[in-house]
């Protein structure tokens, strides 16, 4: 597969001009609102059995100019990824220097492990989609996240993705994006009628509001009109 170009008005983040994915296989995170489980088509087989390492993909130019989501199907720092797997992944990127990649990971603790040997310009981010627990997905808990992120050295940029937003807890899940104090944040809805606990729209403004008092960069994705207009 190609580097894939995404479109203006895609579900993408706009900031992000392309996005490329070495590993096949389905994520082992099982989250119930993955987009890569197509409610019509059904899962992909590229996308489905065990995460293996696409060879092809290791061969593929990154050129310069981008910014380039990293296995924007899979998660590269998910528990079941073998350690050789993310070691060619990311000396892929590193060939390529005069671009910005994307690494987005719902097991930010690995991910820091890795820190040391990624490419100067990159950014590194996790989605907390609520501060509560809620049986969603098999992925650390965003407690764990939270945790994590804390950690990510100031040299990196690091960013939140509250996409699904899901039912919070304003107090509670503002100091958590305090302390991680992320450069900024993408803030969306549920895509795909996935019939998940969402907030009410007056929770969700008075997050907003929170955060804008922080300082805080806030990216609101299209989809979240939709619990706008509840």
């Not at 990971?105 to 040391?116: D, G, I, V, Y």
């Not at 803030?187 to 009628?193: E, I």
């Not at 008092?213 to 009109?225: A, D, I, Q, Y």
Request: include cysteine; charge should be neutral.
């Amino acid at each position: 597969m190609a580097l894939r170009k995404f479109k203006k008005g895609s579900n993408m983040y706009e900031w992000v001009t392309h996005g490329h994915t070495h590993l096949g296989g389905e994520c082992s995170h099982k989250c119930k609102y993955c987009y890569v489980d197509n409610p019509i088509g059904g899962r992909s087989p590229r996308y489905s059995g065990p995460v293996r390492l696409l060879e092809e993909e290791l061969e593929v130019p990154y050129h310069a100019g981008k910014v380039i989501f990293i296995e924007h199907m899979n998660d590269l720092f998910a528990a079941d990824v073998p350690d050789e797997f993310i070691k060619r992944i990311i000396a892929h990127t590193v060939v390529f220097p005069y671009n910005t990649y994307v690494f987005q990971t719902k097991n930010p603790q690995r991910m820091l492990h890795w820190q040391k040997f990624m490419p100067k310009e990159c950014i590194l981010g996790t989605t907390i989609e609520t501060n509560r627990e809620m049986d969603i997905s098999e992925a650390p808990s965003p407690f764990f996240r939270y945790q994590a992120m804390k950690n990510v050295p100031k040299e990196f940029k690091r960013f939140l993705t509250i996409e699904p937003v899901l039912d919070f807890d304003v107090n509670e899940f503002a100091k958590w994006i305090g302390e991680i104090n992320p450069d900024y944040i993408n803030l969306g809805a549920d895509s795909k009628n996935h019939n998940l606990p969402e907030p009410t729209v007056e929770k969700v403004m008075e997050l907003v509001e929170v955060l804008h008092g922080l300082g805080v960069e806030l990216r609101e994705k299209s989809n979240l009109e939709r619990l706008k207009q509840k």
